[in-house]
């Protein structure tokens, strides 16, 4: 999937930890195609920019049946292999502005 990334997880990961290295992967790919805007890093703000669910095996989007994961959850424990990054439009800044703009997306999107 184009909107997708794979990463090797950290048994020792908790979900926000994963989000925060998720979005560096992420981050590197935008830059690598020239993107105008990049997802916001924050580790402070990631409940505020983003959701994470158990994503479906097939499809890689968000289970509706499950309600977004606990930022404080251990991955080891939860014991899925596949999650959703779910982005709000908010979570997107203008490369080097720091200011908001509007995704080319909805409002909140799998994109991994």
């Known amino acids: ?12 990961y908790n ?24 997802l916001r890093d924050d580790p402070d703000a990631i409940k505020d920019f ?7 095996k097939k499809s890689f989007k968000p289970k509706d ?17 596949h999650y959703a990054l779910c982005v709000f439009s908010t979570a997107f800044a203008k490369i080097n502005s720091g200011t908001s703009v509007v995704a080319p997306v909805s409002s909140a999107n799998s994109v991994g």
């Open 15 to 38: 979900i926000k930890e994963m989000v925060v290295d998720g979005l560096d992967h992420f981050n590197r790919r935008l830059k690598e195609v020239s993107a105008e805007y990049q």
């Open 65 to 81: 049946d499950y309600p977004p994961l606990s930022l404080g959850s251990s991955v080891k424990e939860m014991k899925y292999v």
């Open 50 to 56: 983003y959701n994470v669910c158990i994503a479906s």
């Open 1 to 12: 999937m184009a909107n997708s990334i794979q990463m090797d997880l950290l048994s020792h």
